[in-house]
């Protein structure tokens, strides 16, 4: 039961590079969302879908985009890096099925913009 | 917007009870949470309270919820040393999918 899974675990980027991130859950969630973390300032909300085809921005979206084309998948792109940019990045599903509406996170992916 | 606050540090000696302090914004939340997060790893959920309790119990662990002043508390009993680790208190956003609003987190730290 795999759970969230996060792809990759850590990278490098150079200022200007792009990436996507890959987050994939095995839990018919129907909830996604993306997070970043950064010392002293918790976890803050990038970007969720509530469902596939659908995304919206939460609290710091800027410089970054994502994809829902499958229920499963939710990517977040990042097309132009940024030394901001620098951050632990959480993937998160939930399920409006489930009361207790508590979300399960991947493990995290460290990304270093140099 | 919302937010949530949190003391940023807490430390206490083995055997001891920690308690973190949280206070939440938004009225509406429906359900309040707590997460850990251990070092180097993601964020597990430790319990949660919906929001017509006052108190829920599990184990060692404690929820107190004061709705009128919007303050939520998590007591460990009896804290180890692998209750190290940084905890999260969290509410949920309806008008954000559920997203969690979190706080900044508290960092435990207990020694023996």
């Known amino acids: 039961n795999a759970g969230v899974t996060q792809t990759p675990k850590f990278r490098v980027l150079k200022t200007g590079q792009s990436m996507t991130l890959l987050c994939a859950q095995d839990?018919?969630?129907?909830?996604m969302y993306w997070y970043r973390q950064d010392p002293g300032m918790g976890l803050r909300l990038i970007h969720y879908s509530v469902g596939e085809g659908t995304t919206a921005k939460g609290e710091v979206p800027d410089g970054y985009n994502v994809s829902r084309l499958k229920k499963q998948n939710f990517l977040l792109g990042l097309e132009s890096a940024a030394p901001s940019q620098t951050s632990v990045y959480f993937c998160a599903s939930s399920s409006p099925r489930r009361v207790s509406g508590e979300a399960f996170f991947g493990q995290g992916t460290r990304l270093t913009v140099v | 917007g919302e937010d949530v606050e949190q003391s940023l540090f807490l430390s206490v000696r083995e055997g001891d009870s920690s308690v973190i302090n949280c206070t939440y914004t938004?009225?509406?939340?429906?359900?309040l949470y707590w997460y850990k997060q251990e070092p180097g790893a993601g964020l597990q959920l430790l319990t949660y309270i919906f929001s017509n309790m006052d108190m829920k119990q599990d184990q060692r662990l404690t929820v107190l919820l004061n709705k009128k002043d919007k303050h939520l508390s998590l007591r460990i009993a009896d804290t180890q040393t692998g209750d190290s680790a940084i905890y999260f208190c969290?509410?949920?956003?309806?008008?954000?999918?559920?997203?969690?609003?979190f706080g900044k987190g508290t960092t435990l730290s207990v020694s023996s």
């Open positions: 969290a509410e949920r956003f309806e008008q954000a999918g559920t997203a969690l609003i």
């Open positions: 839990m018919n969630h129907e909830y």
């Open positions: 938004d009225s509406s939340s429906t359900y």
